[in-house]
């Protein structure tokens, strides 16, 4: 049973670009959490979804990030217009139900 | 609001050495608290956990009791090896605070282990 994935493991984007960062769960698994890590800080709660739907945000920022599951593929993370304060490790956990998270490796997002 | 503050690294042990890795942590709620660790290459894994006071969470061979008093969760091992050579990451999760449902977790800043031969 493949572990979460997360692709890209690197990526690198000039500012003002998109990054989109992608999460494939646990098969089986229908809960999907992103955490974000700056450097020098500890993981932080980012947006939890459930297929479809969106369950709680409240680490979102308030603009240019999204975050989707849908019925079909992967999570996918979306920043639009990086800045330079993005730059961090974007980690994503899934779980069957409210139960222990497993997580990704990670994605390493550059913004030159 | 919820915060876990653990002892910063790097730490640098020999083997068979005995390990302390502190965690001290303030909540709103009953949390239930975590260990997690990162190999180098690899995402987070749950090394151990305990959800209520004075329970103990154990696994490979690492420690650590919930003491609800000092608000602690300190974690130990009697003898590390190369291979306990990580990140390891205090976590809490708390019931209080997310609405009854404790899937959202904050973490610690993390503590890097080197384990000399």
């Known amino acids: 049973n493949a572990g979460v994935m997360q692709n890209p493991r690197h990526l690198v984007r000039r500012r003002g670009q998109e990054a989109r960062l992608r999460c494939s769960p646990m098969?089986?698994?229908?809960?999907v959490y992103w955490y974000r890590q700056l450097p020098e800080e500890g993981l932080k709660f980012m947006v939890y979804l459930q297929k479809e739907n969106i369950i709680d945000e409240s680490g979102m920022p308030k603009e240019r990030f999204s975050a989707e599951f849908p019925k079909e593929g992967p999570s996918i993370l979306r920043i639009q217009q990086v800045v330079r304060g993005d730059s961090a490790a974007y980690f994503c956990?899934?779980?069957?139900?409210?139960?222990?998270?497993?997580f990704g490796q990670g994605t390493r997002l550059t913004v030159v | 609001g919820d915060s876990v503050t653990q002892m910063e690294g790097p730490v640098t042990l020999s083997e068979e050495a005995f390990l302390t890795i502190n965690c001290t942590y303030t909540?709103?709620?009953?949390?239930?608290l975590f260990w997690y660790v990162q190999y180098p290459g690899e995402g987070l894994q749950l090394l151990l956990k305990?959800?209520?006071?004075?329970d103990k969470g154990s696994n490979k061979g690492f420690e650590a009791t919930y003491r609800k008093e000092t608000t602690s969760f300190h974690l130990e091992k009697g003898s590390v090896q190369v291979s306990d050579s990580a990140v390891y990451f205090c976590a809490l999760s708390d019931s209080g605070n997310s609405g009854g449902s404790n899937y959202k977790l904050t973490f610690g800043k993390g503590t890097l282990l080197t384990v000399n031969p």
């Open positions: 098969k089986g698994h229908s809960h």
């Open positions: 305990a959800t209520k006071a004075d």
């Open positions: 909540a709103t709620g009953y949390p239930s």
């Open positions: 956990a899934s779980s069957r139900r409210i139960t222990e998270a497993f």
